[in-house]
């Protein structure tokens, strides 16, 4: 069952909308994932609130913020995870919308979460995780391209998931997100503890990722190296976008990278 609609205008086409007060820069083309004014709570707690903004086709968009933001409430708020509960706004994703979709809805129209803690299944060869994940169609990519993109994991693909090294973990919750048929990636925190040897690597990942068409939205802590590997730049702050540009106007800016990011 669809959830119930959020907001009247849920019918209208989001090209038609102006995102330019949400997004501060007007906007030509029509997005590919389009988050406009969203309101989330945790029971009483508000917490997202009025985050809008709009990521192209095949772009990486880097949501940064300080600890407690609001970076990972969006995230899960976009992938319609129940909690925090989104009361007000819209997500469309490739013209489907998203904000009147269950999680599991949304995952098949191609959101791909892959949330902090990695959710490797215990008792589960690295294999078998990704076969989970191609048990119901969409089916994404196929585990020989897989292993051809995470080598590692195909060297290891007879191992339990939960046994992998921190790195290797990561591969996988990236390669398992890819096991189904996603538009859009979402990562949180994809480098947290891990070594800047394997960090280099996961972001090389990411580049064929993105030459492959997929869309990926990062969260990191480790806001230089996101800002390094991503086209566009969102700053939350107390659950609201305080800054919407280039990653490179972000990198540029030690004034805007002090007050928001302690950079
Ligand atoms: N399950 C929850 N119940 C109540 N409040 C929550 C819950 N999860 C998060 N919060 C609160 O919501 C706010 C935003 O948290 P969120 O985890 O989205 O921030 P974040 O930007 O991801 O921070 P960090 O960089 O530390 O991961 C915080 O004040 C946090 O305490
Ligand atoms: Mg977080």
Do not use: C
């Not at 580049?207 to 939205?217: D, P």
């Not at 990191?220 to 730049?233: F, I, M």
Request: hydrophobic share 40%; charged share 25%.
């Amino acid at each position: 069952m669809p959830n119930k609609l959020i907001s009247d205008s849920a019918t209208l086409q989001p090209e038609r909308r102006d995102f330019s007060a949400h997004a501060n820069r007007a906007e030509t083309a029509p997005a590919f994932l389009s988050v406009w004014d969203l309101h989330a709570y945790y029971g009483e707690s508000y917490i997202v609130q009025g985050v809008g903004f709009n990521v192209h086709e095949g772009e990486i968009l880097a949501l940064l913020g300080r600890n407690g933001a609001g970076k990972t409430s969006t995230l899960r708020a976009i992938a319609r995870l129940d909690n925090p509960r989104l009361t007000h706004g819209e997500v469309w994703l490739d013209h489907q919308p998203l904000h009147q979709m269950t999680s599991y809805q949304a995952s098949g129209a191609g959101m791909g979460l892959v949330p902090e803690d990695r959710r490797i299944i215990p008792g589960l060869t690295v294999e078998e995780n990704l076969q989970l994940a191609q048990i119901a169609p969409p089916v994404g990519w196929s585990l020989e391209r897989l292993y051809s993109l995470f080598p590692r994991l195909g060297e290891r693909r007879r191992q339990e998931g939960v046994t992998l090294s921190g790195g290797e973990q990561q591969m996988l919750a990236i390669a398992r997100a890819l096991a189904r048929d996603i538009k859009v990636l979402l990562l949180d925190e994809p480098y947290e503890g891990l070594a800047p040897v394997i960090v280099d690597e996961i972001e090389k990942t990411l580049n064929i990722i993105k030459e492959q068409g997929i869309t990926t939205v990062i969260v990191e802590q480790n806001a230089v190296r996101a800002l390094k590997l991503a086209d566009r730049a969102v700053i939350l702050d107390t659950g609201a976008v305080v800054f919407d540009g280039t990653a490179k106007e972000v990198l540029e800016n030690a004034e805007l990278r002090a007050e928001y990011l302690a950079i």
